[in-house]
């Protein structure tokens, strides 16, 4: 079975760098892109941006872009998510997704999120 | 901010049918497949229908998708308590370069 494992829950202060981790298990890692999604307290889901774990090709969500990273390491099949400056408003549930789904729309690949880790409480508070 | 609008609450009596909107524009589900998810209390998201109206296996055939243009719909048909949930609306925008999801909808079972 496909499964994404995610790390534990996080408390941290503002200011603070933080990286949380997405690992795989059931298939080959290298093959599907990973995407993280945001929830913050209450709210719907927000796509952060994707990450092609063959070359860490990135994809970052306007939002996103400049204030998180995604990286991967081939060797553990886990992909990461960092801040090196949190702030309060970074207070969230974060999921990765595997983009594994496929599809053909008019001779074009299309891929969707099919798989999704159980998710990541991160509280930034002072 | 999402760019695909979903109606904030739906309700129905167990075994009825409800059904849930998702409007968008040309460059989403206009032009891509769209992908709905269930979301149950305090639990990750799961992916109900795909592809308009394909379902993975494990998800009853009491779920149903269709699309229309620039708007698409999540069927539920039957509807069981089980199903009380929020369910999401997805599909990737050509302009934005990334995914967008609905706003999303709180199916209610009274």
């Known amino acids: 079975e496909v499964q994404l494992v995610q790390s534990g829950a996080e408390v941290k202060k503002p200011g603070e760098s933080l990286r949380i981790s997405c690992k795989d298990s059931?298939?080959?890692?290298?093959?599907?892109?990973i995407s993280w999604v945001r929830q913050m307290p209450g709210q719907g889901l927000e796509w952060m941006g994707k990450?092609?774990?063959?070359?860490?090709?990135?994809n970052y969500g306007p939002s996103f872009q400049g204030h998180v990273t995604f990286s991967v390491d081939k060797s553990t099949n886990t992909a990461y998510l960092q801040w090196s400056n949190l702030k309060a408003s970074d207070t969230a549930m974060y999921y990765c997704?595997?983009?594994?789904?496929?599809?053909?729309?008019?001779?074009?690949?299309?891929?969707?999120?099919?798989?999704w880790g159980q998710g990541t409480a991160v509280t930034v508070s002072s | 901010q999402s760019v695909l609008t979903q109606p904030p609450s739906a309700s129905g009596t167990p075994g009825q049918r409800v059904t849930i909107s998702c409007s968008g524009s040309?460059?989403?589900?206009?032009?891509?497949?769209v992908t709905w998810y269930q979301q149950l209390p305090g639990t990750a998201p799961k992916l109900l229908v795909s592809?308009?109206?394909q379902r993975p296996s494990g998800v009853p055939d009491r779920f149903s998708g269709s699309k229309s243009g620039t708007s698409a719909s999540l069927a539920i048909s039957g509807l069981q308590s089980e199903d009380e949930a929020d369910y999401y609306c997805?599909?990737?925008?050509?302009?934005?370069?990334?995914?967008?999801f609905g706003t999303g909808t709180k199916v209610t079972v009274l």
């Open positions: 997704a595997r983009e594994g789904g496929i599809t053909m729309v008019r001779g074009t690949i299309k891929y969707y999120m099919d798989v």
């Open positions: 059931g298939y080959t890692f290298t093959t599907y892109w």
């Open positions: 990450i092609d774990p063959t070359d860490s090709d990135t």
């Open positions: 040309s460059s989403n589900i206009g032009s891509n497949p």
């Open positions: 592809t308009d109206n």
């Open positions: 997805a599909a990737w925008d050509d302009s934005l370069n990334g995914r967008v």
